[in-house]
């Protein structure tokens, strides 16, 4: 009997031994469980010192932020999707890749947009879509990841704030034809209008033959096709340029040469809308017209911000889908018409022989590099808003696809309507093909103007462009106020309002240069230079921070942490090697193909030019210039300083405390396993583990 108490006492003591229930429970090996005992007792001998220290600095983050207001998030389980969509579609994906397309080798083309778009855009889009949610800050303060690196952030901010400006008032040129478009007749559709000329013909097939154009083209980052009109001839004319070149196309330099015909749509444009000057030293006067479009764009930006991303989910829920909505509408008339069929296979014809040219692999690179959004800080601000357990892998993948069927999609709309323009000409595609404004602004509205009920198919086609440009619009800016708010949440987060009117406000004064008559030269510097090679140093930079300094095998474990599951080992290779390999192409392809600004062939001043080189180059400027300011005010050697600069603040993680606390226990674990395999008088001979936060 005491015999048999004696074994029952000794059985239990055997089930609260850590040593015994390891080797039940746990799959580890015996000299794991032996090192955890060892270490069990080499804690016991120390204290509790360092828990305790640890929980007391746990402590203090939550209870600071429990001072604080509680971040923004958002409330539907679509409002991140939408907001994307609308982010990442913007008006390149209608006036520019339609015309990239026909360009570069029809249906061709889409070998190398593909491509890109798996091992560039989706990796970065990935990578940061997934940081953002994880740590739930956005692209300033979210640098806590490594602080050395925190001028990235502020790069990604300083072009979106710069892009911000002008962006708007091609907005405000889309609300006047907006509200031009809702009149019986449309202004763009006759030439007797106090703004027409003798020069201004309404059907192109009253235009007279002529000789053939000259040959005034400039170079610089990639091909654009203009449409002129030239003593009654229409003609194209090669130009060279970045995202914006055709803004050339619209230009006036046909409208005050003697003799010239033009049509009334572009009459229109350069005489009315514009009101264009000679050139960027002859600034002019403010246009009203284009002010009171600029007040109201900058409204509706305020009223979709200033509460927060409650109201913007809400928002896109309508903002998003209507541009597809107005394609498909769009689409349905356009293929109906006389001659689309002919503008469609124009489009989509494929010429593979165009393949072999680096200038289509170069287009097709850096138009993915525009539209799905990196660098811009767009899709950290977003994910920043999404739950903790949201599936980010899913989102990652869907948003960049959606993006690049839009464009392609958008592309049928165009060139049906440019087959039916041709066809009314009676000429070819290839001669009325145009991008950019002098697509959007003159061939289009030129297009519509020949339609049934053209007024109901106008403001049907201005506002989805206007719809397009603020969802673009709202990312950029939500970008900007998360951007201050989260680096000062003490003094900004419970000033939501005012911080966003003060934003709109400012952003408002600095457009004001773009709205004079010579705005358009103003406009083509800042989107030349600022959002070119400055984007791919920014994404470069972030992806060996994340990629090579954070460590993939360490973010592996965060994104695990979030949805529950490891991702595929192939983001490893992309984000370490495929993808900033790629980057640095776009990047050197970016820089040997920009040429000096140029708009309608005229050439700018030299300080227009060092004005345009000092946009492009701020910011990028922040990088080193914070890293270097890191390094100098950081105590110890400089490996101590580079170790500390580089790792993870103590505030580095989830924002909700029951996520941030499976982080950090999940910290504590591989700590412990790290301690282990450190420690000198713990360490055997086949000691090989790998110390987690060296990843």
Not at 144 to 151: A, D, E, H, S, Y
Not at 166 to 181: E, K, P, R
Not at 502 to 519: K, N, W
């Amino acid at each position: 009997m005491r015999f048999r108490g004696m074994l029952v006492l000794y059985i239990n003591y055997l089930h609260r031994s850590t040593y015994f229930r390891s080797l039940i429970l746990s799959p580890l090996t015996l000299q794991d469980t032996v090192k955890c005992n060892m270490l069990e007792s080499a804690k016991m001998e120390k204290g509790e010192t360092d828990s305790s220290r640890s929980r007391s600095s746990d402590d203090s983050i939550q209870m600071e932020k429990k001072q604080l207001k509680e971040r923004d998030g958002w409330k539907g389980r679509l409002d991140f999707i939408m907001t994307c969509v609308g982010y990442a579609v913007g008006l390149g994906n209608i006036w520019r890749f339609p015309y990239l397309c026909y360009k570069s080798g029809g249906g061709a083309f889409f070998i190398p947009y593909v491509f890109f778009l798996v091992m560039c855009g989706v990796p970065l889009f990935f990578m940061e879509a997934s940081y953002g949610q994880f740590s739930s800050l956005s692209p300033i303060s979210i640098w806590r990841i490594c602080p050395l690196f925190k001028g990235v952030g502020v790069g990604m901010v300083m072009v979106s704030a710069i892009v911000c400006i002008y962006y708007n008032v091609i907005v405000a040129w889309t609300l006047y034809f907006l509200y031009m478009s809702f009149r019986a007749v449309l202004p763009w559709s006759t030439c007797d209008n106090e703004w027409n000329t003798v020069n201004c013909v309404v059907d192109t097939g009253d235009r007279l033959p002529q000789p053939s154009p000259p040959t005034n083209a400039t170079n610089s980052s990639s091909l654009f096709n203009s449409t002129y009109l030239v003593n009654g001839t229409l003609f194209n004319q090669t130009v060279f340029g970045n995202m914006s070149a055709a803004l050339s196309a619209a230009g006036n330099a046909t409208a005050v040469l003697s003799g010239k015909k033009m049509s009334a749509s572009e009459e229109f444009w350069t005489r009315h809308v514009l009101e264009i000057t000679d050139g960027i030293n002859n600034p002019g006067t403010i246009r009203w017209q284009l002010l009171i479009g600029l007040m109201l764009a900058w409204v509706f930006v305020f009223l979709c911000l200033f509460k927060g991303v409650n109201v913007l989910g809400k928002v896109m829920h309508f903002a998003a889908p209507f541009p597809y909505l107005v394609l498909l509408v769009l689409l349905i008339r356009g293929v109906t018409l006389p001659g689309a069929v002919n503008g469609i296979k124009f489009y989509i014809f494929p010429k593979w022989e165009k393949l072999a040219d680096y200038q289509v692999w170069g287009d097709a690179a850096l138009q993915i590099f525009y539209s799905v959004g990196m660098a811009w800080g767009g899709i950290i601000t977003m994910a920043s808003y999404n739950r903790f357990s949201n599936n980010v892998y899913r989102d990652a993948m869907l948003v960049p696809i959606i993006n690049c069927a839009t464009s392609i999609f958008a592309g049928f709309v165009i060139f049906a309507i440019l087959g039916f323009m041709a066809h009314s000409a009676d000429t070819t595609v290839e001669k009325v093909v145009s991008q950019g404004p002098g697509l959007t602004f003159v061939a289009y509205p030129e297009a519509v103007a020949k339609l049934p009920i053209s007024p109901m198919w106008a403001v049907l086609f201005f506002l989805m462009l206007f719809t397009i440009g603020l969802d673009s619009q709202f990312g950029m800016v939500e970008t900007c106020i998360s951007a201050f708010m989260d680096e000062y949440p003490h003094l900004l987060r419970t000033k939501r309002t005012l911080i966003s009117f003060l934003a709109c406000l400012f952003e408002f004064l600095m457009g004001l240069p773009c709205i004079t008559q010579g705005g358009i030269y103003v406009l083509q510097i800042m989107d030349w230079y600022c959002a070119s090679f400055s984007l791919m140093l920014i994404s470069l930079t972030e992806c060996v921070a994340i990629a090579w300094i954070y460590g993939t095998d360490r973010f592996y474990k965060d994104i695990e942490l979030m949805i529950g599951f490891r991702p595929s080992p192939i983001w490893h290779y992309m984000w370490k090697y495929i993808t900033p390999s790629i980057i640095l192409g776009i990047w050197l392809f970016s820089v040997i193909t920009l040429g000096p600004v140029t708009y309608d062939g005229k050439s700018y001043p030299t300080w227009a030019l060092g004005f345009g080189w000092c946009l492009g180059v701020a910011s990028m400027l922040p990088i080193p210039i914070l890293a270097f300011k890191s390094m100098l005010s950081t105590e110890g050697t400089c490996s101590q300083r580079w170790k500390k600069l580089t790792t993870p603040l103590e505030s580095w993680g989830p924002s909700q405390p029951e996520d941030r606390e499976k982080y950090l226990t999940s910290l504590r674990k591989c700590k412990e396993l790290e301690e282990i395999s450190h420690s000198p008088h713990m360490r055997t001979n086949d000691d090989v583990a790998t110390p987690f936060l060296s990843t």
